[in-house]
């Protein structure tokens, strides 16, 4: 603390330090102290408004509260690296089966939306293996290195991807888990099976050129951070594809249609400045004065 005066701090992935803990407790003292810091993040609106506005209250020099929190949001500086990468997003649907909508109907009889869930992913993994597969060999045609990242739901579900993906036997196609992005034979390996959680803290799957996950259950700052595993500064394409594979009028199905709409709000500070700039404030104060 006593250094902090003539320190410059750098806080990254800041929005995981929204909490009230002992640590973000010491490093928003510190924010405070410092003349000067940044805090990194692709996502600062995490889960709600609250959070971040909690953030700003503990790190400004004036009282921040619901009405002036955009003034306080203003006063960070906002960049936003353009990497002249495309994201293609596509939706791949698969046709439900006899077997699984019987087992849908069971569940849904009995309220049993997590195991309903389950046999839905279950029933999806050989489709998620087939266009992950395809989508490797595709991408190890213009790098060598290169491959997929599969995301999957849990371990256990992992663990069944990486089975399948080496039973199908591509030629020159190995999956692996988690573990071999940072192996000493990494680029031998054309598919990198991941947990959702895995959504942040490695660069190493930019040498990969395409994402496959189905619909899981998750918050919006998660599914960016992952495709953010791709899509950053040592990413050597120009165009990364994003395929989410989901059997077409589930429960999943739902999930995926609500988290599409919700991925498209503007989550970022620069985007909610955008939408609530100065001049639409002002061409909404008649009104707000005429309705109060």
């Given at each position: ?71 306080a ?18 939706t ?36 998620m ?6 989508m ?20 256990t ?47 190493s ?16 700052a ?54 609530f ?11 707000i004065?005429?309705?109060?």
């Amino acid at each position: 603390a006593d250094e902090a005066p003539r320190c410059f701090i750098v806080f990254d992935e800041v929005d995981e330090m929204y909490a009230p803990t002992l640590r973000t407790s010491a490093a928003r003292a510190l924010c405070q102290l410092c003349p000067k810091f940044v805090a990194q993040t692709a996502t600062p609106m995490r889960k709600n408004e609250q959070q971040l506005r909690a953030w700003l209250a503990d790190t400004c020099h004036f009282p921040v509260d619901a009405s002036n929190m955009l003034v306080a949001a203003s006063g960070m500086v906002s960049i936003q690296l353009e990497l002249g990468i495309i994201a293609k997003e596509e939706t791949s649907l698969v046709r439900m089966t006899d077997g699984v909508r019987q087992a849908c109907l069971k569940f849904a009889g009995t309220r049993k939306w997590l195991e309903m869930s389950r046999a839905i992913i279950e029933a999806t993994d050989p489709s998620m293996v087939e266009v992950a597969m395809r989508m490797a060999v595709k991408d190890r045609q213009s790098h060598p290195s290169g491959g997929v990242l599969l995301v999957a739901d849990n371990l256990t579900h992992a663990g069944r991807l990486i089975q399948a993906c080496n039973a199908a036997a591509a030629p020159g196609i190995q999956a692996g888990g988690f573990e071999t992005l940072e192996s000493s034979d990494a680029a031998s390996y054309g598919i990198v099976v991941v947990t959702k959680d895995k959504d942040r803290g490695y660069n190493s799957a930019a040498r990969l050129g395409a994402m496959v996950t189905g619909a899981y259950a998750g918050n919006s700052a998660s599914r960016h951070q992952m495709r953010g595993r791709l899509r950053r500064l040592n990413q050597k394409r120009t165009k990364v594809e994003f395929v989410t594979v989901v059997m077409e009028n589930s429960l999943l199905h739902l999930l995926h249609q609500r988290h599409s709409s919700v991925d498209s709000m503007n989550i970022t500070l620069e985007q909610l400045g955008q939408k609530f700039s100065a001049d639409v404030l002002r061409g909404l104060q008649p009104e707000i004065r005429s309705s109060a």
